[in-house]
């Protein structure tokens, strides 16, 4: 089960200071509709796990989406599995309820999210 805590906008942005060390990789994609029984895709998908997982990374990023084995938010946990970064993520403050129904349950999730809360109207 995923321990899933958050935090405000304000309060990341205060400890980035400390965490200029870190090597950062943001992952992006298609929320639905990926394909893993197609070969070709599977094979780009296994190939980004490894390459991630090789790379040193310390912080995984993603974008608040709900966790779903069609979409990019399924290599979530063999990332961490084989790498064990930091993860966080970024989503609309309001979201936090769908956010923990997606992540808190996901099979071998024995990781920790921090949902970093962006209110509707962000001052940057």
Do not use: C, Y
């Not at 946990?77 to 084989?82: F, Q």
């Not at 609309?92 to 990781?111: H, I, T, Y």
Request: proline share 3%.
């Amino acid at each position: 089960m995923a321990d899933i805590h958050f935090i405000e906008l304000a309060e990341f942005q205060h400890s980035l200071a400390s965490s200029t060390r870190d090597k950062v990789i943001h992952i992006k994609g298609f929320a639905s509709r990926i394909d893993l029984s197609d070969q070709n895709t599977k094979r780009l998908r296994d190939e980004m796990i490894a390459q991630i997982s090789t790379s040193g990374v310390t912080a995984l990023v993603f974008d608040g989406d709900s966790f779903s084995d069609e979409s990019f938010t399924g290599v979530v946990p063999d990332i961490v599995a084989k790498a064990n970064p930091q993860l966080l993520s970024f989503l609309l403050k309001g979201d936090e309820q769908r956010f923990e129904e997606s992540w808190g349950s996901v099979a071998g999730g024995n990781f920790k999210i921090t949902g970093v809360l962006v209110p509707l109207d962000p001052v940057w």
